[in-house]
């Protein structure tokens, strides 16, 4: 079962409670109460959430806890990686893995390409629609078939681009 991590699921729920109110500082004794999480939890949560950027802290009597950027510019993939690094299906499937069957097993290219879509998918859900009360809507074509594994020179058959380690633009979606 492919699944996130608890941390990280209370990660999300405590960055959306900011999130609903971003004006604030927000302590963490009443994120705790407000979410309803052990606040040994929620500190552990909210310091690697500081540590990865997301959030700011401030300590003394207008302290508390507040976004770093606009919930709008926060996305679900930046909430998974400061929980547990990178998104990545397989070993294979991220820069820093260590495979040793992927110049043998036959089936990284396609889950390397299975885990850009997710990341593509991941990375255009913002905290602003995790926060909401409205539903998500989907995208109608799934980003899997969007995504291509080389630049637009190597799908040509020419050297492959310096800059970039794999992907492309296709039907307006960034393959990285």
């Given amino acids: 079962m492919l699944k996130l991590s608890r941390m990280t699921d209370y990660a999300a729920v405590v960055m959306a409670r900011i999130a609903r109110e971003p004006e604030s500082a927000h302590a963490a004794i009443d994120l705790a109460e407000s979410v309803q999480l052990p606040h040994p939890t929620v500190s552990k949560t909210l310091k690697a959430l500081v540590r990865a950027g997301l959030l700011e802290s401030r300590r003394g009597a207008q302290g508390g806890y507040r976004l770093a950027r606009p919930a709008s510019d926060i996305t679900a ?12 299906v397989t070993e294979c499937s991220h820069a820093d893995g260590d495979c040793e069957l992927v110049n043998t097993c036959g089936v990284a ?68």
């Fill in 77 to 88: 993939s930046d909430i998974i990686s400061a929980i547990e690094g990178p998104v990545a």
């Fill in 109 to 176: 290219d396609n889950w390397q390409r299975v885990s850009r879509a997710i990341g593509e998918l991941l990375g255009s859900v913002t905290l602003a629609h995790l926060a909401s009360t409205t539903p998500l809507r989907m995208p109608i074509q799934l980003p899997i078939q969007a995504v291509s594994l080389y630049s637009d020179e190597e799908a040509a058959g020419g050297a492959p681009d310096k800059d970039s380690s794999a992907g492309s633009v296709v039907n307006g979606m960034s393959g990285r």
